[in-house]
């Protein structure tokens, strides 16, 4: 088994109304109910808006802190889910349940284990 991450990639501008944000997270809360059943799940997490983000960068020997996102984007990552699965085919069926249910990209990396 090898761990992926699923991460929701999340548009800036307004929110969907809630009558529709209701009925996502109803469909999120039911990929994460299908993806424990079948095993696979290990963590999963929204995040607060990038206006929430701080930067710790080094530069030389100093440290800067920044507030906000380190790059200007058009979408920031919103959220993530931590899979435990057999291959990439595995992980891609679980990507391919979550941009279903977020409405949103999802990108599916495997975590690098040196």
């Known amino acids: 088994m090898a761990k992926y991450l699923l991460s929701v990639y999340q548009p ?22 299908d993806a424990e059943a079948a095993g696979v799940w290990v963590f999963s997490g929204g995040l607060d808006g990038q206006e929430t983000a701080t930067v710790v960068h080094a530069q030389g020997d100093e440290v800067l802190v920044t507030d906000g996102p380190f790059a200007e984007a058009k979408e920031y990552l919103g959220g993530l889910t931590i899979i435990d699965c057999a291959d990439l085919d595995e992980a891609l069926h679980w990507g391919r349940r979550a941009t279903l249910a977020t409405t949103l990209p999802i990108e599916v990396r495997p975590f690098h284990w040196a």
Do not use: D, N, W
Not at 18 to 25: A, G, N, T
């Open 12 to 33: 800036e501008g307004t929110p969907p109304a809630p009558e529709e944000l209701e009925k996502i997270m109803a469909r999120v809360a039911a990929f994460q109910e």
